[in-house]
């Protein structure tokens, strides 16, 4: 039995897509085994979904984003 790997990908980009983009891609290059989330912007998590990644909102708030 092959144990699943979890990683995370955090995208905080507000300003350009780029960061996205290129986790998405190294996303796709992953093995099998290896399952990756993706924390992103609310201006780009669409363009996350849409990629076909596991996407989630960065959270905000008290115990989320400290700049908020």
């Known amino acids: ?3 699943t790997l979890k990683i995370a990908f955090v995208c905080p980009g507000k300003f350009s ?3 996205l983009q ?3 891609t190294v996303a ?3 093995p099998a085994t290896v399952e990756a ?3 992103a ?12 990644v596991a996407a989630h909102p ?9 700049s908020s």
């Open 1 to 3: 039995m092959t144990a």
């Open 58 to 66: 960065i959270p905000t708030g008290p115990r989320g984003n400290p």
């Open 37 to 39: 989330e993706f924390l």
């Open 17 to 19: 897509f780029g960061e």
């Open 41 to 52: 912007s609310d201006q780009y998590l669409n363009l996350a979904l849409g990629s076909g």
């Open 22 to 24: 290129n986790a998405i």
């Open 28 to 30: 796709w290059q992953l």
